[in-house]
């Protein structure tokens, strides 16, 4: 059950504030520069909220949740006139991928690290855009594929 109490974004950020305290200017430009605002918003929705508030209950059922609603999500793309296979795609390889920030959030306790590998995927993953079906197939196992090594090594470290 998710407790009552709401989180707010210094609650979300107090983990990870000291880290760039002594290099503001530099990160500010780097947000200003190559941060999209929907990553900031993603990731505050998947893991700064839903993530948090179901962590106190259960961190494996947390992670769970907030990796396949953070990949169910992107099925709006259809809406905006996607087609099919690459939406589908995208909704497997973002699942794989939520599960690495989630991972990257319950580890580092900062969200900073979740929305720049997020905005790099999201930069890197236009090469699979626009390419053939066989392409965009390519791509989204490779993107899955290292999303679950990565997962894989965090979960082996953490164990230690």
């Given at each position: ?71 169910l999500g992107h099925i709006i793309n259809l ?82």
């Amino acid at each position: 059950m998710i407790t009552q109490k709401q989180l707010t974004l210094a609650d979300i950020f107090e983990d990870c504030q000291e880290i760039f305290e002594s290099d503001k200017p530099q990160f500010l430009t780097l947000l200003e520069n190559h941060i999209d605002l929907d990553e900031i918003i993603e990731e505050l929705i998947f893991r700064g909220f839903l993530f948090k508030a179901m962590a106190k209950d259960g961190i494996k059922s947390a992670i769970i949740v907030s990796s396949i609603t953070f990949g169910l999500g992107h099925i709006i793309n259809l809406v905006n006139g996607a087609e099919l296979l690459p939406t589908f795609l995208q909704i497997i390889y973002a699942t794989a991928i939520g599960f690495l920030f989630t991972m990257l959030f319950h580890k580092g306790k900062c969200l900073w690290p979740c929305i720049i590998t997020h905005s790099v995927v999201n930069s890197l993953s236009v090469i699979g855009v626009e390419g053939t079906t066989t392409e965009k197939i390519i791509s989204a196992v490779i993107l899955t594929a290292v999303s679950l090594g990565y997962i894989a090594l965090i979960y082996k470290n953490k164990k230690e």
